[in-house]
């Protein structure tokens, strides 16, 4: 059985959420790798190159919070278009708005 509209919407926003959550890891780890270069006066070519990663990672994050907002826009519609056969689909797709929106 294919999955419904609403179902694959769910998975895309849980996914994006997924990769905005790792962004977000991903800048503070490497911001403390920075940080302990630093301390230990570690060779400024490697601490340039570590903050280089850093500015690499926060330029994705806008991207993936823009792609969230529409994935959580789509889902939205999807759930407010009331073509939704499956109850449980349905519960689903509310409970993880729920959970990321807050």
Do not use: C
């Not at 059985?1 to 977000?24: A, C, F, Q, W």
């Not at 990672?57 to 759930?79: F, G, N, S, W, Y």
């Amino acid at each position: 059985m294919p999955l419904s509209p609403l179902k694959i919407k769910t998975n895309i926003v849980k996914r994006i959420h997924k990769e905005t959550i790792g962004y977000d890891k991903e800048a503070a780890n490497q911001q403390k790798r920075i940080d302990k270069l630093i301390e230990n006066s570690a060779d400024e070519a490697d601490i340039r190159k570590q903050k280089e990663v850093l500015d690499e990672t926060l330029q994705m994050i806008p991207d993936v919070q823009k792609r969230l907002a529409i994935a959580h826009q789509e889902l939205r519609e999807q759930i407010e278009n009331g073509d939704n056969a499956d109850m449980h689909e349905l519960m689903e797709a509310q409970a993880l708005l729920a959970q990321i929106y807050q």
